[in-house]
């Protein structure tokens, strides 16, 4: 199983990022996927996630109204739209699938800097 994300960048506050999680080796279908972030010197946070079919999410307080998680299960592909970005937003983002039987899976990381 591998989870391989993209989409890392370098942005102004204001502006926006969307970040790209690609699965393989697993049945996407069959599991949740999240993001979540690290920034320096912090723990690794819940950004967002979404159920298998996509028909629920959920968003981190800090996020809410800024960050879109969606996916497309026919690519295998998570997505975490980013607007309206502000310099705390800057981390290395991470792509996590679990199973129903909680199986987990995280991918490398992408690193999103934002400069004020």
């Known amino acids: 199983e591998q989870l391989v994300e993209s989409g890392r960048g370098l942005v102004q506050a204001g502006g926006s990022l969307r970040l790209s999680c690609v699965a393989s080796?697993?049945?996407?279908?069959?599991?949740?996927m999240s993001w979540y972030r690290q920034a320096p010197g912090k723990e690794r946070e819940l950004v967002a996630d979404i159920t298998s079919g996509g028909g629920n999410t959920n968003y981190a307080d800090s996020v809410k109204g800024r960050f879109t998680i969606s996916r497309d299960n026919a690519k295998n592909t998570v997505y975490l739209q980013m607007n309206t970005l502000k310099p705390e937003d800057t981390a290395v983002y991470y792509c996590?699938?679990?199973?129903?039987?909680?199986?987990?899976?995280w991918g490398q990381g992408t690193q999103v800097t934002v400069s004020s």
């Open positions: 996590r699938a679990r199973s129903a039987l909680g199986y987990i899976c």
């Open positions: 080796g697993l049945t996407f279908s069959s599991y949740a």
